[in-house]
């Protein structure tokens, strides 16, 4: 639901331009919604914040091996 965040105060900004009543509650809704995508945000960007358990001897990978598809010489 977090990616229909932007709609919210597009539908109410686009009210308040045909009621000027409603601008202060579009300013508002607005500034809320933009909070709360920046807060959503940092959260994802912090993640869980425990790292991936290590890989055991047999999984470790050598970065540095290559792998090359080579014919033999001949």
């Given amino acids: 639901m977090a990616h229909l965040l932007?709609?919210?105060p597009?539908?109410?900004g686009l009210a308040a331009l045909h009621w000027p009543?409603?601008?202060g509650t579009a300013l508002l809704?607005?500034?809320v919604c933009g909070i709360a995508g920046v807060a959503g945000l940092v959260?994802?960007?912090r993640g869980s914040g425990q790292p991936a358990p290590?890989?055991?001897p047999e999984?470790?990978?050598d970065y540095y091996a290559v792998?090359?598809?080579i014919p033999p010489p001949g």
Avoid: A
């Fill in 29 to 31: 809704t607005m500034l």
């Fill in 21 to 23: 009543k409603l601008q």
């Fill in 54 to 56: 290590p890989l055991g």
């Fill in 10 to 12: 597009l539908i109410v």
């Fill in 67 to 69: 792998h090359r598809d």
């Fill in 59 to 61: 999984e470790k990978r």
């Fill in 6 to 8: 932007w709609l919210v």
């Fill in 43 to 45: 959260r994802r960007s």
